[in-house]
Each structure stands twice: as structure tokens, then as C-alpha cells.
């Protein structure tokens, strides 16, 4: 259904540029100007999404539950708050190598993992841990004795994240895991995808097309 989508306002689009390109085509300056303006847009018309999120079909599971209000669906129900009280945490008993684990609806290509610590008191029991991407239940990606270091900016004090960077890994899980014996709770844990935005390049290109009857009028 999405590549029908895509394929439905591909064509739309092309035809739009077509129409543009044959109406000013001897304008240089328009030909630079929507070149210009047609980089800009390839880069502003993608989104991020986070496709752990149970919002978008992430389905989440851990090592044992140390209360029954810190079950695995509140590390990836879209709140980062890493206030215990704030009832947004995931939670598991104290436990050699204990795991948090998002299966994701579809392998995804991911670029980005964030993991949001707890805040307000025991953020140090995260370090060292092992944050990793895994297809088909092989590790793909990994990143292994970190010490949780806050370099994601929140508004919000009570955010606290650490984000990892890779080159579109395709994954259909991510996981958190200690590389000791401790407790692990998780404010939240996500991972992203880069996905084109149809609707913010088209509205883009009808930009364009305003600026080119502007020049064509002169
Ligand atoms: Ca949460």
C-alpha cells in the first residue's frame, strides 16, 4: 500500500516537474534556482521514525520484571521521562546480563538508537551495558562496555539520553543488556529510520512552481 503511495505521488510529481521544465526551460536562472531548491528539499522532505515505539508496532520484552508497574511496554511507550515516579520505566530484577529487548513490526533500515536513562537517583547501575541491532536473531550492529553519557539536549531535565549513530542497519530488533550484574531500568529505548516525505516534497515543488511563473511574467 505505501509503495503504491509512493509510486501514485512519484508520478504525480514528475509530471509537475515536466510541466516546469517545459515552461521556463530557457531560464537559466529558474533551472539553478530549482536545482538549488530541489537538493534542499531531498533533505528537508525525509522524517525520522521511531519504529520501536509500540505507537508504530514495536512489541517490547525483558529479562524479569521487578514490579509490576515497570512491565516492558513502558520503555517504549513514547515518554522519556527518567523519573521513577513519572510511571514510564522499565524494569528488571538485579540479575547478571539483564536485557531489554523491542522486536519491531518489520526489518527496518536503522540509523539511529537513543537510550533514555533514569534520572532522579541509580542512573550509574546502566554502565557498562551493550546496546545492539539484531535480523533474524543474528547481532548486525553493536556497540559494547558503554558508559552511559548523555549527548541527546531535552528541554525537559528530567530526559536523560544517549544517542548511537550507524549506516542504515537493516534490523528487525533492538536490545539494551548489562554487561554485569545489576538492575536495568529504561526510561526508553528507540530506534530510528530515515523515510521520505512525499507531501513535504510536493508542497516544496509547488514552490517552485509559484517562482517560476513570477520569472516567466517578468
Ligand atoms: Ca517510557
Given at each position: 500500500m505505501q509503495f503504491l503511495l509512493y509510486l501514485l505521488v512519484g508520478s504525480v510529481f514528475l509530471l509537475i516537474l515536466w510541466k516546469l521544465i517545459m515552461s521556463v526551460k530557457n531560464c537559466f536562472?529558474?533551472?539553478?534556482?530549482?536545482?538549488?531548491?530541489?537538493?534542499?528539499?531531498?533533505?528537508?522532505?525525509?522524517?525520522?521514525?521511531?519504529?520501536?515505539?509500540?505507537?508504530?508496532?514495536g512489541v517490547a520484552s525483558q529479562s524479569s520484571v521487578w514490579n509490576a508497574a515497570n512491565t516492558p511496554d513502558k520503555g517504549n511507550d513514547g515518554n522519556r521521562n527518567g523519573i521513577y515516579a513519572a510511571g514510564s520505566m522499565m524494569h528488571t530484577n538485579s540479575e547478571f546480563g539483564a536485557w531489554y529487548k523491542i522486536d519491531f513490526a518489520t526489518a527496518t533500515s536503522i540509523s539511529q538508537v537513543n537510550v533514555f536513562n533514569r534520572t532522579e537517583s541509580e542512573s550509574g547501575r546502566l554502565s557498562p551495558f551493550t546496546v545492539s541491532l539484531s535480523l533474524n536473531g543474528s547481532v548486525v550492529w553493536s556497540a559494547t562496555n558503554q558508559t552511559f553519557a548523555q549527548n541527546i539536549s531535552d528541554p525537559n531535565p528530567n530526559v536523560s539520553g544517549m544517542s548511537f549513530s550507524m549506516s542504515n542497519i537493516l534490523a528487525d530488533s533492538v536490545k539494551v543488556q548489562l554487561d554485569r550484574t545489576n538492575y536495568l531500568h529504561l526510561a526508553e529505548l528507540e530506534a530510528y529510520e530515515v523515510v521520505p516525505e512525499p507531501a513535504s516534497f510536493l508542497a516544496l515543488m509547488a514552490g517552485v512552481g509559484v517562482l517560476a511563473r513570477r520569472r516567466k511574467s517578468k
Open positions: 536562472l529558474f533551472r539553478a534556482t530549482s536545482a538549488s531548491l530541489f537538493l534542499v528539499g531531498a533533505v528537508l522532505a525525509s522524517a525520522q521514525t521511531n519504529v520501536a515505539a509500540s505507537a508504530n508496532g
